[in-house]
């Protein structure tokens, strides 16, 4: 079992930053890839980005293709999303999600742990 916990969301204006932090915790962290996804209101769950379990390898949506950033530490048991020229269709509640296999998939129907979700909110 593998339990995951973001934190780092918040209000942000259009064009600013956030750093979003999951701390996973359970089982071996390290060969894990790791994913992120949002949800707007009245909207499905969508992939944001994911990493490898070594972190060599990556995979962004287009829509948030050189803008955000996803990287991780497993010395830390920690995956990070840095979030940079924010808009405000980013605004969502952000999940990190845990697939029990080295690579990663766009499909959240290929994860098996969830966190409990960030809020970050993008003002025009």
């Known amino acids: 079992q593998v339990q995951l916990v973001e934190s780092g969301g918040g209000l942000v204006q259009a064009g600013g930053s956030l750093r979003l932090s999951c701390e996973a915790s359970?089982?071996?962290?390290?060969?894990?890839?790791l994913g992120w996804f949002r949800q707007a209101p009245g909207k499905e769950r969508e992939f944001v980005a994911a990493?490898?379990?070594?972190?060599?390898?990556?995979s962004y949506a287009d829509s948030v293709k050189g803008r955000f950033t996803i990287s991780r530490d497993n010395a830390k048991n920690t995956v990070y999303l840095q979030m940079n020229s924010l808009k405000p269709e980013d605004t969502a509640v952000y999940y990190c999600a845990a697939r029990s296999t080295d690579y990663y998939r766009r499909s959240l129907y290929e994860y098996d742990y969830w966190g409990q979700g960030t809020q970050v909110t993008v003002s025009s």
């Open positions: 990493i490898h379990w070594s972190g060599g390898s990556t």
């Open positions: 359970g089982r071996t962290f390290s060969r894990y890839a």
